[in-house]
Every structure is written in C-alpha cells, then in structure tokens.
Nanobody, 122 residues
Framework: QVQLVESGGGLVQAGGSLRLSCAAS????????MGWFRQAPGKEREFVAA????????YYADSVKGRFTIYRDNAQNTLYLHMNSLKPEDTAVYYC???????????????WGQGTQVTVSS
C-alpha cells in the first residue's frame, strides 16, 4: 500500500510555470507506475501524464505534450509534474496516482492523492 500527498499547486498567470510534487509514503514507491490526472469543475477526471516505475518511459495527453514534463525520484519517493506555458484551460485539481501498470484510464490506478488546485488566470 502507498499513500500519496500532492503539493505545489497555486495561482499563476497564463504563460507561467508550476511544479507539482507527489510524496509517497513507504518503501515500495519504485514498485508502482505513476500517473497525473486532473479534474476541472463539471468535467470528468482526465489523464495528463504517466511514467513507468523506472522512469524510463513517459506518456502524455496531447493537450499537454511539449509543455508538461513528468519525472520521478525513486530515492526520494517523489513524483513530479513540471508545467510550462500554462493556459487557462489547464485550471483543475491535479491528482497523482499509483498503479501496477502505466495507464491512461482512471481505473488503471489503485491509489490516489487528495489533489492540489492549479488555477491559471488569463
């Protein structure tokens, strides 16, 4: 089992950058593939990015490709999402998730954090 806590959200102007962090408890972080999802008000939770347990493979939603970077530090049990060139449509609660496989579906992950709010003003 793993517990996840996100941080780093906030208010930023369009074109700005933020780095989200997801701290994992326990000593099994490197046994999980990890993902970032987001959910805007009135919308379903959607896939943003995912990374394999070794960090060697990454995947991105088309909407963030080239602007966001997912990476992990297994020694520090931490997952990151670096977001550049932010747009108002990136405004959402961002969640990190852990699971047995890299997946783009919400159902592919077993453990979730509580989320962190990202607001991008125009």
């Amino acid at each position: 089992q793993v517990q996840l806590v996100e941080s780093g959200g906030g208010l930023v102007q369009a074109g700005g950058s933020l780095r989200l962090s997801c701290a994992a408890s326990g000593r099994t972080f490197n046994r999980y593939d990890m993902g970032w999802f987001r959910q805007a008000p009135g919308k379903e939770r959607e896939f943003v990015a995912a990374i394999s347990r070794s960090g060697g493979s990454t995947y991105y939603a088309d909407s963030v490709k080239g602007r966001f970077t997912i990476y992990r530090d297994n020694a520090q049990n931490t997952l990151y999402l670096h977001m550049n060139s932010l747009k108002p449509e990136d405004t959402a609660v961002y969640y990190c998730a852990a699971g047995p496989l890299v997946a783009v579906q919400v159902g592919g992950y077993d453990y979730w954090g509580q989320g962190t709010q990202v607001t991008v003003s125009s």
